[in-house]
């Protein structure tokens, strides 16, 4: 049975699993001393801890992850039980995340690669300004990428996929950004490494911190604004929190974030093959799809509940929007020296990310 969950787990077996195991060997025991012939073995069953930083309410949390847990369960006929413990249940920081499944500390995250600043540059491409198209295109643009050119990155855990959410948007407290003026000096949060930058170039003052702590931040005037997409903004409240939201037109969004779902290595290839498989049939592309789309479906509500508390709306085009771009094109020439330090062609990758992004934007 699926069970989300805030109580503490201290070992990978339950004490109803230790009882059902106990009960299976004496039974096997018995029809050995009987003499009866052994029967098929029993189907082992797995318990999997899943661990993720949002409420929940959120998106990702509530039609994401909980329905996926629940299809793995049903598709491995019971053999697989899923616990899920949100917002950070099990302990720790949300930067933490990638380390405990590492470790082996949990079995599944959903995370943040860019929360540790610089430790996956490859995969960063898609965090560039002007990068993102819709959160489902880009999404399954950045698995194709991954299992192309960023493997090694990742190699001490088992991804499932990796996505991004929809491009995100400037949510302002106390002020409006129509322009390039209207950012200088303004304190906003960033979740990753180029998106500091980014904001950076912008005028803004960039601080970085993981969404959990946003909302604290701009009631206390840590921060006067913050990068988020509407999704996400609803379970944080952060729409009663702030007063004006800046958009930007085109085809591409200011920024996106990559996400990285992924389980633990030796967990994983400890597995029975069928339950591998079953793993498997629930991981890369597709389900890259699938959560790109609920992303792109979130962002009306989240929009909405803003706009039914009389905060105002901006959208950067033409003339402003060149400004933007140009203002962060030093965003991409950060990102390719990173690449160059670390031996890869930049360029390329640079290339054939977006060339990926505009394929799955035409389908």
């Known amino acids: ?26 039974a096997g025991a018995m029809i050995a001393g009987l003499g009866f012939a052994a029967g098929p073995a029993v189907a082992q069953e797995v318990t999997l801890r899943l661990h993720h930083f949002l409420p929940p309410p959120s998106t990702t949390h509530k039609d994401f992850i909980a329905p996926w847990a629940e299809k793995v369960e049903a598709e491995s006929g019971g053999r697989i039980k899923i616990e899920i413990y949100p917002a950070m249940q099990l302990g720790g920081k949300p930067p933490q995340l990638y380390d405990q499944v590492r470790d082996g500390v949990v079995d599944i995250v959903w995370t943040l690669p860019g929360y540790t600043a610089g430790r996956f540059p490859t995969i960063e491409v898609f965090e560039l300004p002007f990068m993102a198209a819709s959160a489902e295109a880009t999404s399954q643009a950045a698995q194709a990428f991954y299992e192309k050119h960023a493997r090694a990155e990742f190699a001490d855990v088992h991804p499932l996929m990796v996505h991004v959410h929809a491009p995100g948007t400037l949510h302002i407290r106390g002020t409006e950004v129509r322009s390039l003026e209207d950012l200088k000096g303004l304190k906003v949060r960033a979740p990753t490494r180029l998106t500091n930058i980014a904001l950076k170039e912008l005028g803004a003052t960039p601080v970085g911190m993981p969404v959990p702590a946003v909302p604290e931040a701009l009631s206390k005037g840590v921060v006067e604004g913050t990068m988020l997409p509407y999704e996400v903004t609803l379970p944080l409240k952060v729409h009663e929190l702030t007063q004006s939201h800046t958009e930007v037109g085109g085809e591409r969004g200011l920024y996106t974030a990559v996400f990285l779902f992924a389980m633990n ?9 069928d339950l591998r498989r079953v793993i498997d049939a629930n991981s890369g592309i597709p389900l890259a799809k699938k959560i790109g789309r609920l992303w792109d479906e979130a962002e009306a509500p989240g929009r ?3 706009a039914k508390l009389g905060d105002s709306f901006h959208v950067i085009e033409g003339e402003e929007l060149a400004r933007w771009q140009a203002a962060t094109a030093p965003v991409v020439d950060t990102w390719l020296a990173s690449m160059a330090e670390a031996g890869k062609d930049g360029e390329a990758l640079l290339a054939e990310a977006r060339a990926l992004v505009a394929k799955y934007a035409a389908e």
């Open 265 to 273: 290595k030796a967990r994983y290839e400890s597995l029975p093959e």
């Open 1 to 26: 049975m699926l069970k989300t969950t805030g109580e503490k787990v201290t070992g990978e077996k339950t004490t109803g699993g230790r009882r059902r195991a106990l009960a299976v060997g004496l």
């Open 304 to 306: 909405e509940a803003a």
